[in-house]
Nanobody
Framework: VQLQASGGGSVQAGGSLRLSCAAS????????MGWFRQAPGKEREFVTT????????NYADSVKGRFTIAKANAKNTVYLQMNGLNSEDTAVYYC?????????????????????WGQGTQVTVSS
């Protein structure tokens, strides 16, 4: 499985961006997929995830109400719509996926539980 992320860029505070992550490979359609981010000098942190069925979704408190994850099954792609961006959202965003048919909110927030990682895409929010 390979993950290809795109859509990062620079935006002013209050603006919006949409990230995409396309999965390829024989099991791509069965993946649970999510996003993590890492700001300079900080540890990688969970942002959001959507499970293989699309029925399990959760968000970090810091992005809840501003970010929305969605899955296009036909394209094996997940999208992260980010609205109301602020400087604290500045980070490298990583797409990740796992193949195990298991989901709980707490379990999905642990990066070590993900099998596949895409390259990062930079999001910079200026005030």
């Amino acid at each position: 499985v390979q993950l290809q992320a795109s859509g990062g860029g620079s935006v002013q505070a209050g603006g919006s961006l949409r990230l995409s992550c396309a999965a390829s490979g024989p099991t791509a359609s069965d993946l649970s997929m999510g996003w993590f981010r890492q700001a300079p000098g900080k540890e990688r942190e969970f942002v959001t995830t959507i499970n293989w069925s699309g029925l399990g979704i959760n968000y970090a408190d810091s992005v809840k109400g501003r970010f929305t994850i969605a899955k296009a099954n036909a394209k094996n792609t997940v999208y992260l719509q980010m609205n109301g961006l602020n400087s604290e959202d500045t980070a490298v965003y990583y797409c990740a996926a796992y193949s195990r048919k298991y989901y709980t909110e707490s379990w999905s927030r642990v990066p070590e539980n993900y099998d596949y990682w895409g390259q990062g895409t930079q999001v910079t929010v200026s005030s």
